[in-house]
């Protein structure tokens, strides 16, 4: 659909009338040019300015900025519903202010409800990362559960790393690469695995080379402390890694912990 802004005029018009609306999606294909510009900044006004009864939202892939991060903090201020916000793929945090990244983080920080942050692709560094990790940490109303980090530049020699673990009530985390933050902080995610007892599927990726990731992953103990805790579903992973004979197209695999779920993994 190629929407114009009459149209989505007439979208939050309905959608202020209706109190059984719960997601909203805006997918890159419904973009459309017009005399204001993208359609997307008309959008980011009217959902921050109009009260929605919206308990998901999702804006993945539209080219948002950090000039889009004081809309997106008034977005989640006004809507004290939403249980779940995706901005992934978007370039938020290059280049951003100390004032636009504090008032989003800000947002996220005394928001009730908000339980799945999903920021993969955000070009999120090393200060940004503790800081988003601080504004849970420090929030007396935390409550979120799904943190989905993935493709970001922050790398294992952050603060992030001593933040990480105070999280509580997690049940999904996705990090980036092992290449990038180091498997030097395996002892860290294992805390973050311990303390989260919740804690049901926990991703990140490695080069597909288990002469490589197998003897640190052996001299780590990291497995072996992860079945004390009786997590032995994330320890067959390396081990069926050894016995496979192809690699894939991309020559990496997903470390993927699903608690309880053999069928699954």
Known sequence: CQIDSAILDQVFESMKHSTHLEF?????????????????????????????????????????????????????????DVQSLDLSWNNLFSGAT???????????????????????????????????????????????????LAENR????????????KLKQLSTLSLPHMSQIGFETLDVLYDVI???MSLE?????????????MPYLKRNSFCKRL???????????????RKLSVTTPDKTAVFVFLRNNATAL
């Not at 419904?30 to 900044?41: H, K, Y």
């Not at 008309?42 to 900025?65: N, P, V, W």
């Not at 008032?103 to 990362?129: W, Y």
């Not at 599927?201 to 990731?213: A, G, I, L, N, R």
């Open 24 to 80: 909203f999606a805006f997918n890159r294909q419904n973009q459309a040019i017009n005399a204001e510009g993208n359609i997307v900044n008309t959008l980011l006004g009217k959902l921050a300015s109009d009260k929605c009864s919206l308990q998901k939202i999702h804006l993945r892939e539209q080219d948002l900025d950090a000039s889009s991060l004081t809309l997106l903090a008034s977005i989640i201020n006004q809507n004290r």
């Open 154 to 165: 922050f790398t294992g020699t952050g603060s992030w790393v001593q933040t990480i673990p």
């Open 98 to 148: 100390r004032n636009e990244t504090n008032q989003f983080l800000s947002a996220l920080q005394n928001h009730p409800r908000l339980e799945a942050l999903k920021l993969v692709g955000c070009n999120i560094g090393n200060d940004t990362m503790a800081n988003i990790l601080q504004s849970f940490v420090g929030s007396a109303v935390h409550s979120v559960r799904e943190l989905r």
């Open 201 to 213: 599927t926990f991703q990140f990726y490695f080069e597909y080379t288990p002469e490589v990731v």
């Open 227 to 241: 079945d004390k805790l009786r997590l032995g579903y994330l320890g067959l992973w390396p081990r069926l890694l």
């Open 194 to 196: 311990r303390r989260n």
